[in-house]
């Protein structure tokens, strides 16, 4: 069973960075996925953040984060991580982490099958 476990997530003043990570369990070959961050907001639909392609080569970011945001991976250590420059207080919300097999790593929800429980992540102004 695909397991994703995000962490990193926490309080951070406007400005700040904070590094979250996502780690992968139960997948015999993690190289096929594709990996995503998605977040939601109270009140707010989940949101597409980034996500990066099986072999890290290509990435792609929701218009809010690009340039502050980036996403990267380690296929070795099964890991994902979401790196967050320059924050700010409309960044708040629960960040998710997830996995499409053989996925081209493109920005619906549904594209994904498995999902972390997702990390909150909170910006004061």
């Known amino acids: 069973q695909v397991q994703l476990v995000e962490s990193g997530g926490g309080l951070v003043q406007a400005g700040g960075s904070l590094r979250l990570s996502c780690a992968a369990s139960?997948?015999?070959?993690?190289?096929?996925?594709?990996m995503a961050w998605f977040r939601q907001a109270p009140g707010k639909e989940r949101e597409f953040v980034g996500s990066?392609?099986?072999?890290?080569?290509?990435?792609l970011y929701g218009g809010s984060v690009k340039g502050r945001f980036t996403v990267s991976r380690d296929n070795a250590k099964t890991m994902v991580y979401l790196e967050m420059n320059s924050m700010k207080p409309e960044d708040t919300a629960i960040y998710y982490c997830?996995?499409?097999?053989?996925?081209?790593?493109?920005?619906?929800?549904?594209?994904?099958?498995?999902w972390g429980q997702g990390t909150q992540v909170t910006v004061s102004s």
């Open positions: 997830a996995a499409d097999y053989l996925g081209r790593g493109g920005p619906q929800e549904n594209e994904y099958a498995y």
């Open positions: 139960g997948i015999t070959y993690f190289s096929g996925y594709a």
């Open positions: 990066i392609t099986w072999s890290g080569s290509v990435t």
